[in-house]
Structure formats: C-alpha cells, structure tokens
C-alpha cells in the first residue's frame, strides 16, 4: 500500500468535512448530506482499483 493513498483519502474527508460544516451552519443540511455521500463515492472509487490488486494478487498466490 502506498502513503499517497492515505493521503488522498484524508484529504478528501478533510474537504468533505469542512464544506458539511460551511453548508450546516449556513441551514443548507440537505446540500451538506449530499456533499457526505459524494465524498463517500469518491473515496470508494479510490479503493476500488487498490481491491482488484488485492483480488489479483490474492490470485497470483493461491494460483487460482
């Protein structure tokens, strides 16, 4: 696993988090909620190539 994936998650729940305030505080929770799930996406679609490689290597070793 690489530190830059690390990185990019936590940069990512560090802008999610910070515009789910901006937008709560200004009375906009729907917007905030949506900003969550979006972050959420996001973040899965990062994970997503890093868990075929771990299927693919998973594969590689078991010979499967």
Same mark, same amino acid.
């Given at each position: 696993m690489d530190v830059d994936l690390i990185f990019q @998650? *936590?940069?990512v729940?560090?802008?999610v988090a910070v515009l789910n305030q901006l937008l709560t505080r200004s009375g906009r929770e729907e917007q905030a909620l949506l900003t969550? @799930? *979006?972050g959420l996406v996001v973040v899965l679609f990062i994970l997503t190539?890093?868990?075929g490689a771990l299927?693919?290597?998973v594969k590689r070793i078991?010979?499967?």
């Open positions: @998650i *936590a940069g729940g560090i802008i969550t @799930i *979006a190539e890093q868990i299927f693919d290597t078991f010979g499967l």
